[in-house]
């Protein structure tokens, strides 16, 4: 009996082949519910069960194969990549010479102890002899046909990781490949010979790359990519990467996460929410825990309003540091206010750091609290907000992010903060540029008015133009007038 299968998108066109038996070892029936995706975006962690020095480069190959392929064609992070421990969650992977497989498709598969078998040896693995194309021998031909292997497999596996089961296994694909593993019922895109979940791909594994269908089943399931600008500091050793989405849909509470590269620190951000119609207010703009995303929030407000909100992540590298390096030479803080109509804190980094970010997160709960600010003053970053029309006393997270004034092997780090005033208006908006032998790190604004009030609806970071680096900011009042000006703030970054 078939069981109805309602979600994991099944678009392949690779595998090696298994047998019935192996199957049915090594592959649990796929369940049909939300539960098999990850939640995305999010990090998904990786780990390996016996990593050892000899297979060092084996499984750099395998992690640059996946960064190239899933997580360059979607919102998808994998991230950790070092030795499992016994609790370790996410996929955790197991070097052997034996046929590569998933144990379970999706997130099932998290935390499943020798959850992904990857083989780097192709030595006692059968592969080769059980009816396979001479072309897909290559694993045991050459070193060049040797690393190939590691790579596109690990890109079929990973494909199984997120979910994907085999294509061939479809009931509208021609494919001559008896069907294998797990099978689903949700075609996201139509059946797919290139797939690289494929057996009966004409191409072997399609040369280690998505194809068309592949990329927009990705995207459709977990997020189109981030949009990324880059710029440098005169010195060339400051790179700063501005990564940004969109929400696919119109609405009336937005919020987004915008993740960045593994090999980036996240150090600043913005959103955009909506100005036109009865317009829609920031109410969050901060990092993660561990700054490998920046979160960004918006509502409208006592009229209905969907909008789609924007989001911007500001993410820094150093030449010749890793990002664990990175990570100890910054500092990061938090404080949170007392529950007020208008709530305000600040979080401040010490003296031997310069505050180069920072952000906010209003804790609201009934009709809503909207933010007023969030700017740098000194080596402290501080945030406010308010209630509009319909009380609601909330408090406010300010976030504060610092990196040292010296860094070993880097140099001495110049900061400069520009302070630029808008004109006052209903709809104030301040745009500040960055000096161009600095790299602009983050930016902000703080809404001076009185009266009925008039709150952020856009924080913009802009280095689409690499000589024109600039901080964009506005405000707005909402169903009562209310004139303001904008006091905006832009910080750049450079090795003196």
């Not at 064609?73 to 969650?89: D, I, K, N």
């Not at 804190?345 to 180069?356: D, E, K, N, T």
């Not at 010296?406 to 520009?418: A, F, Q, R």
């Amino acid at each position: 009996m078939k069981s109805k299968l309602f979600i994991i998108a099944i678009f392949c066109a690779f595998c090696l082949p298994e047998t019935q038996a192996q199957v049915r070892q090594v592959q649990s029936a796929l369940t049909a519910s939300g539960a098999d995706l990850w939640n995305i975006p999010q990090n998904i962690n990786v780990c390996w069960e016996n990593p050892t020095s000899a297979n060092s480069a084996d499984r750099t190959r395998v992690r640059q194969a996946v960064a190239r392929t899933w997580e360059a064609e979607s919102q998808v992070r994998f991230t950790g990549w070092g030795t499992c421990t016994s609790w370790s969650r996410g996929i955790r992977i197991l070097i052997a010479d034996e046929h590569p497989r998933v144990k379970k498709l999706g997130r099932p598969l998290g935390g499943f102890h020798d959850g992904m078998v990857l083989n780097f040896d192709f030595n006692d693995w059968r592969g080769c002899a059980d009816h396979i194309p001479d072309n897909r021998c290559r694993c045991k031909q050459s070193t060049t046909g040797r690393n190939q292997c590691i790579e596109w497999i690990a890109i079929h596996e990973f494909g199984h990781a997120l979910g994907f089961a085999h294509e061939q296994n479809r009931s509208d694909c021609a494919c001559d490949d008896a069907p294998a593993g797990s099978s689903a019922g949700w075609f996201v895109t139509p059946c797919d010979i290139n797939s690289t979940m494929n057996y009966c791909s004409p191409t072997w594994i399609n040369g280690g790359n998505l194809s068309g269908y592949d990329i927009m089943g990705v995207r459709y399931l977990y997020g189109q990519p981030n949009q990324k600008y880059s710029v440098f500091d005169e010195s060339g050793k400051i790179e700063v990467a501005v990564f940004s989405r969109a929400s696919t849909t119109r609405s009336q509470h937005s919020n987004l996460t915008i993740a960045v590269p593994n090999d980036y620190v996240v150090i600043g951000g913005g959103g955009v929410a909506a100005r036109t119609g009865s317009g829609a207010l920031l109410t969050a703009s901060y990092p993660n825990s561990d700054l490998s995303s920046w979160i960004v929030s918006s509502k409208d407000h006592v009229r209905s309003s969907p909008h789609v909100l924007s989001g911007y992540a500001i993410a820094l590298k150093v030449k010749g540091l890793t990002r664990r390096q990175l990570k100890q030479q910054i500092s990061f803080v938090q404080n949170t206010s007392a529950r007020a109509s208008h709530p305000s804190a600040s979080a401040s980094v010490s003296s031997s750091y310069h505050l180069i970010g920072g952000g906010f997160k209003v804790n609201w709960q009934g009709s809503g609290s909207l933010a007023t600010a969030s700017y740098p003053s000194g080596n402290s970053w501080r945030a406010a907000a308010k209630d509009h029309i319909r009380p609601d006393p909330s408090t406010i997270t300010t976030y504060a992010i610092g990196i040292k004034r010296y860094i070993l092997n880097v140099g001495n780090l110049d900061v400069e903060v520009i302070q630029k005033q808008s004109d006052f208006a209903a709809h104030a908006d301040v745009s500040i540029a960055m000096d161009k032998d600095y790299a602009l790190v983050g930016g902000g604004g703080e809404v001076k008015y009185s009266g009925s009030g008039n709150m952020l609806w856009r924080l913009e970071p802009d280095i689409s133009d690499f000589q024109n680096q600039r901080y964009n900011i506005s405000s707005k009042d909402h169903i009562r007038a209310n004139n303001a000006y904008i006091k905006g703030y832009a910080i750049g970054l450079k090795v003196r």
